[in-house]
């Protein structure tokens, strides 16, 4: 219900926030249901199109390429990690994301 009061605010008036807050239910609370996190990834990818500048929403992007169902292709995982690291060039997870996609290159090349 909470999730359909969001969506019902996303269409009055949109806004990244918005766009984040209905990512959020759909990862944390709604993640039992098929496909929520295909649905919540496209709320997140919302939210940085609305707010490009906004590196919190990045960072949050690269976990959808971690879980098991692996919604966000490896491209845009590369993109966004490689964004992050332009901003914070310690950041682990962005490392550790590059290194997952080398290592899947390396295992599709033998």
Do not use: C
Request: charged residues 25%; without cysteine.
């Amino acid at each position: 219900m909470f999730y359909q009061f969001v969506e019902y605010l996303n269409f009055e008036n949109e806004t990244a926030e918005l766009q984040y807050l209905a990512s959020a239910i759909m990862e944390f609370f709604l993640n039992w249901m098929p496909g929520a996190y295909y649905i919540a990834m496209h709320h997140l990818l919302r939210a940085i199109e609305l707010n490009p500048e906004d590196i919190g929403n990045k960072i949050e992007l690269l976990y959808y390429f971690e879980v098991p169902e692996r919604p966000l292709s490896i491209e845009k995982a590369r993109f966004y990690a490689n964004q992050i690291l332009e901003v914070d060039p310690e950041y682990e997870s962005a490392h550790r994301v590059l290194a997952m996609i080398k290592t899947m290159k390396e295992r599709n090349e033998k």
